[in-house]
């Protein structure tokens, strides 16, 4: 079955401590892009990418980093200047470079709660 | 920066009867989707409409685009309890580039 896997499903992790997200698809899908959802929120973008080794920031980039070596994967690292990481992460990824007419297809996220 | 927003926050309806979601929007768009998410979940994908569509249909969901009010509907006829989630609406937002900009979504409860 096609579709996106994010890993871990839940992760926890002590302040100050970098920690890095896992995403692949195995959809061929061109474009990959990174959601933050907080209780009864929604979604905002961090990055996104429309083709490997190229990626832009969204509405709340700072204190994240991503990277896009391969067309399956976008992982993304919640760094320890990021002030309130806590929160749940969504991966999706879209048949084309943009989503103009294609729908985004999404993982089933990752909780991450920093302590 | 929030592009859509649901009306109402949340819903709460029995089984059976129908279950309307509103969409606004601040500017001009190429499409609009819709997307539906159960509890700690990921989203999925329901419906797009584009800007030149007024109104389109799939199975018990029919949703309507009215570009000069800058708004859009989501009907779900007949709701069933299994349709109990929140429901998004997504827009392109072409000024601001190629990644959708979501709303805070209407949470849908339908009790049996």
């Known amino acids: 079955d096609g579709g996106i896997t994010q890993s871990p499903k839940y992760l926890f992790r002590k302040e100050g401590q970098n920690v890095t997200l896992s995403c692949e698809q195995n959809?061929?899908?061109?474009?990959m892009y990174w959601y933050r959802q907080d209780p009864g929120q929604g979604l905002r973008l961090i990055y996104y990418s429309q083709i490997v080794n190229d990626f832009q920031k969204g509405d709340i980039a700072e204190g994240y980093s991503v990277s896009r070596e391969k067309k399956e994967s976008f992982p993304l690292t919640v760094t320890s200047a990021q002030k309130n990481p806590t929160a749940f992460y969504l991966c999706a990824s879209s048949m084309d470079r943009g989503p103009y007419n294609s729908p985004l297809h999404f993982g089933n996220g990752t909780r991450l709660t920093v302590t | 920066s929030q592009q859509g927003e649901e009306d109402p926050q949340a819903l709460s309806i029995q089984e059976g009867e129908n279950a309307t979601m509103n969409c606004s929007y601040k500017t001009s768009i190429n499409n609009l989707q819709w997307y539906r998410q159960n509890s700690g979940r990921g989203l999925v994908h329901l419906i797009l409409?584009?800007?030149?569509?007024r109104e389109k249909h799939s199975g018990r969901l029919r949703v309507t685009l009215d570009t000069s009010k800058k708004s859009s509907s989501l009907l779900i006829t007949a709701s069933r309890a299994a349709d109990t989630a929140s429901y998004f609406c997504?827009?392109?937002?072409?000024?601001?580039?190629?990644?959708?900009?979501f709303g805070k979504g209407t949470t849908l409860s339908v009790s049996s």
């Open positions: 409409i584009r800007s030149n569509e």
């Open positions: 997504a827009t392109d937002a072409s000024q601001a580039g190629t990644a959708l900009i």
């Open positions: 959809l061929n899908h061109d474009a």
